[in-house]
Structure formats: C-alpha cells, structure tokens
Nanobody, 123 residues
Framework: EVTLVESGGGLVQAGGSLRLSCAVS????????VGWFRQAPGKEREGISV????????YYADSMKGRFTISSDNAKNTVYLQMDSLRPEDTAIYYC????????????????WGQGTQVTVSS
C-alpha cells in the first residue's frame, strides 16, 4: 500500500519560513514523481512543484517559482518543500502526492495522496 505522510506545518509569521516533509512508503521511492499541492479555504487545490526521485528533475508552477524549493532525500524516502518569505495568502492545507510517471502538476496523474498538513501564515 502506498502511503504518504506530510509533516512540518504550523503557524508562522509573514516573512518566515517552513520546511514541509513528505515521508513515503509502499513503493520503490526512486521510481516515482512526488508533488506538492495546496488548498486554501474556499479555493481549488493548486499545484506547487513536483520532483522526479529517479533523477532529481523538478518542475514548478509559474506562480510558485522563487519562494518554494522542492528536494528529495532518497535514503530517507522523503521529499521536502522549503517555503520562504511566507505570506498570509500561503495559508492552506499542503498535500504531497505520488505519480508513477513525471507528468508535471496534472492532479489527475497523482493516484496516491497524503492527508495534508496545515500551514497558517499570520500577518
């Protein structure tokens, strides 16, 4: 069974940083792509970034470039999302998900999802 567990969310002041972690199990880690998504209250879920754990290729949504950095530690079966210069509008539930192929941020391609971690940015 494929399992993804997010952690690292919390409350942070505007301008601060957080690093989210996504621990994955149940599949061969370096055969998948793992992406980060978020859903703010009243809004649709949107893609942030995805990484190919086999070769480190990354892709970012245009609106997420510059303040978010995705990385992976294959020895720990974990993907990270470093978030800097956080803004109140970054408040959302952040999810990680796994895609058997590197399909960018097409959410339909991601068939396994974590439960999410709440990030709240205060002004």
């Amino acid at each position: 069974e494929v399992t993804l567990v997010e952690s690292g969310g919390g409350l942070v002041q505007a301008g601060g940083s957080l690093r989210l972690s996504c621990a994955v199990s149940g599949f061969t880690f370096d055969d998948y792509a793992v992406g980060w998504f978020r859903q703010a209250p009243g809004k649709e879920r949107e893609g942030i970034s995805v990484i190919s754990t086999s070769d480190g290729t990354t892709y970012y949504a245009d609106s997420m470039k510059g303040r978010f950095t995705i990385s992976s530690d294959n020895a720990k079966n974990t993907v990270y999302l470093q978030m800097d210069s956080l803004r109140p509008e970054d408040t959302a539930i952040y999810y990680c998900a796994a895609d058997k192929y590197f399909s960018g941020l097409d959410q339909k391609a991601f068939d396994s999802w974590g439960q999410g971690t709440q990030v709240t940015v205060s002004s």
